[in-house]
């Protein structure tokens, strides 16, 4: 099957090569934005060019040699990203490390990944000092901002290293860029090793199939060292002379301002900042007089036929959101819920998701601007092959993948390695799903959550999720299996956070029994899609939000009871 592109591919070279390329291209036009906290950076591509370089001579002087491992966290900031790439132009190879880890995780990964050395914002140099500590090696630090007692100076790196001979960044593109540590949910984190190749022919595949140009400007929102904001949200736009905004913060608030104050045009997202932004729309929406509620909802009726009418229409919902210049929005990490993309569609913002993992740089398909199709994650992009393992009369099977993105194997792991990459290639993905006779790939679940029920029935919990979480009144919902003593198998069964703010609105004086039974009702009333072995059979109520990484997956280990043997 032809894949569908809308242009030609990119030359892959080495990370800090396909940067300066497009720096070379575009030196007067502004690279990278940050308003936070009352000060403002900005850097040009070839002044951003020059710190990447500049700080790649200090690190060769300081002592680091190619192949060194040195390990980078901090929040989203220039630095962070000048820091990525100065780090492999020197030959060295990164370790990104999420902000949130704890100190013992944190001390896992640097040991583990045979670090010599952590750049890190100041806001975490005390964990990262910490986790050092029973570390039995030394190790060189270097601080974005204020320099701690032991720490070089990140800025006095780079005007140093402006006093030194100029280096050519690496040319090998099967050298190691970076080794990106799994969340560890389920046991202790493994190292992914990613070559140039791998992730440069990720940009190169990004390039050729989402419909972006230099002209647009990207905003940061997503955690740097995961792989999919690094490659599509940092490393992508950098090497085809776009504009990247930071996010002061997380908050709605202030993602959106920014949106309003950049004129962003590409959002790259997860299913929970999307459904946050709706949310908000929808509580707006309801405090609003009864004739604009009236309108609001017929633009909505509208666009369930006529999209591009309900664009037109909506085009000043999406200026009083910040929103009037985006042209498209990206969703990965996880499903988004389709009342969420049906409703963001309607208002004029049509929502591309696609699946990925780390191992494999990440985006393995995502659907196309012409013709998507959210219940899908589109068909593979350039490079990729996707086969179905053992499918059952569903179709449903295991996700197998091939192409030049697929990692290395795990950092010093063959056993896990050899279980999931086989000798010519395919990586096991561990998720369920299967293809369509497009070519395009749907998500049933993962092949570890699976429930078998008492008739023997395979059960996958994301497609019950998927489908009830549809209803307005359920905020959150997580299925797992739960042992039913009396068959000795699993029946369906449902955590689910009410949607508080919604069922207040219309009930104020709800009672508890009341609410377990409006919520009964809606369970039934959507569960009727699905045949009747994947119903739910039984549900509890949560006040507050399920736990989630920090890549915003739900911890569905923490529910996942099993019965333990004595």
Known sequence: MEVPTV??????????????????AHPDKVALLME????????????????????????????????????LTGENCPDWEAAYLGIQWAGCIVVPLDRMLKVAEVRHILRNSDSKGVISTEAYTETVDEA?????????????????????????????????????????????????????TTGQAKGVMLTHANIGSNVCAAYQVL????????????????????????????????????????????????????????????????????EGVQRQVRDSSAFKRFVFDAGMNIGKIAKGVSKAMFSSVRKAMGMEKVRYLVSGAAALAPWASSFMERLGLPVLQGYGLTETSPIVSVNRLKNPDNVSVGP?????????????????????VRGPSVMKGYYKNPEATREVLSPDGWLRTGDVGRLDSEG???????AKNLIVTAAGKNVYPEEVEAVAGQ?????????????????????????????????????????EK???????????????????????????????????????????YLFAKKPVKV
């Open 211 to 278: 419909d972006f140009g230099e002209e647009d400007t990207f905003i940061s929102i997503l955690p740097l060292h995961h792989s999919f904001e690094a490659t599509c949200g940092f490393l992508t736009p950098l090497c085809c002379g776009c504009k990247i905004v930071f996010s002061p913060s997380l908050k709605s608030k202030e993602i959106l301002d920014t949106m309003a104050a950049h004129d962003v045009t590409m959002v790259l997202g997860v299913p929970l900042l999307y459904e946050k932004i709706v």
């Open 7 to 24: 242009r030609g591919p990119l030359k892959v070279e080495t990370l800090p090569r396909m940067f300066k390329r497009s720096a070379q």
């Open 471 to 511: 209803n307005p009144y359920i905020q959150e919902i997580l299925v797992v299996g739960q042992l039913n003593e009396a068959t000795g198998r699993e029946d369906v069964h449902a955590i689910i956070v009410p949607n508080y703010e919604l069922i207040d609105a219309e009930r104020p004086e709800i009672t």
């Open 380 to 400: 593979p992009v350039p490079g990729f092959e996707v086969r179905i393992d053992n499918p059952d009369s569903d179709g449903n099977g295991e996700i197998v």
């Open 132 to 184: 050092l500590s029973e570390i039995d090696r030394r190790f060189k630090r270097a601080a974005i901002g204020k320099t701690p007692k032991g720490w070089l100076s990140f800025e006095g790196l780079i005007t140093e290293g402006a006093e030194l001979a100029p280096i050519e960044p690496p040319d090998d593109i099967e050298d190691l860029a970076a080794i990106l540590y799994t969340s560890g």
């Open 514 to 556: 009341e609410l377990e039974e409006c919520i009964r009702e809606q369970v039934k009333k959507e569960c009727v899609k699905l045949a009747d072995y994947k119903r739910i059979k039984h549900f509890e109520l949560r006040e507050e939000e399920l736990p989630k990484t920090t890549t915003k997956k739900v911890k569905r």
């Open 36 to 71: 936070r906290e009352g000060t403002r950076q900005e850097f040009t591509y070839r002044e951003l060019e020059q710190r990447i370089e500049h700080l790649a001579r200090s690190l060769r002087k300081i002592g680091y040699r190619p192949g060194d491992k040195i390990g």
């Open 440 to 446: 395009r790939l749907h998500i049933t679940g993962r």
